[in-house]
């Protein structure tokens, strides 16, 4: 269990907009790329965990948001892992919807992550609980949902980092990763 991954939400992390009707009005948050670039070059992986509701709504099917995922970022040149997928109403209580981790744990099987060693970016609370819960840390980014001060308000108990893109999240990843090199990977959160 050596890996490491950098968890990535999708909708409001990587992709704009948030309440598209269809996958082809998806468009890559300017800096994104840039962003998971440096994530992969540092050696992480980078799984992206999604909460599809519009799948079981009918607006598009599983195959073929998978085939819009694969297409999307074969032609950003990004080598995420996934999509690990929630395809559930928001108000269904299944064990694949953030911040349950479900999905993390299969990513952990699947790439042979440690867990406590990993991250999770995303733009709304439940990626940032989510990373509680399995014991890595979790950065907010406010590109999405969280542009919001009221997500950030709920986000923040569970906040390691609190930035405006991912981008910021990044440099505070690799910076926080390089200064404590030499010493053990410790959360810094308060428990609940
Ligand atoms: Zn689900």
């Not at 948030?18 to 009005?25: A, M, N, T, V």
């Not at 390089?178 to 990977?185: D, G, L, P, V, W």
Request: with cysteine; charged share 20%.
């Amino acid at each position: 269990m050596a890996n490491r991954a950098i968890f990535l939400d999708l909708n409001g992390t990587l992709v704009l907009p948030l309440k598209q009707q269809s996958l082809g009005e998806l468009t890559l948050i300017p800096g994104a790329d840039a962003a998971v670039r440096r994530l992969l070059a540092a050696g992480f992986f980078c799984p992206v965990v999604t909460v599809q509701a519009r799948i079981e709504k009918g607006l598009f099917t599983e195959a073929e948001f998978r085939g819009w995922f694969a297409g999307f970022f074969a032609a950003c040149g990004l080598e995420v892992k996934g999509p690990y997928v929630c395809l559930h109403r928001y108000n269904h209580p299944c064990p694949c919807k953030k911040p349950r981790t479900l999905l993390y744990e299969q990513a952990a099987a699947d790439l042979s992550l440690d867990l406590k060693r990993s991250y999770t970016i995303g733009d709304s609370p439940s990626n940032v609980e989510a990373a509680r819960r399995f014991g890595g840390m979790g950065c907010l980014v406010r590109t999405g949902w969280a542009a919001d001060d009221k997500v950030v308000e709920q986000a923040q108990p569970c906040a390691a980092f609190i930035g405006d893109t991912l981008g910021q999240a990044a440099e505070w990843i690799l910076h926080r990763e390089a200064s404590n090199s030499t010493i053990a990977f410790r959360s810094g959160r308060v428990s609940t």
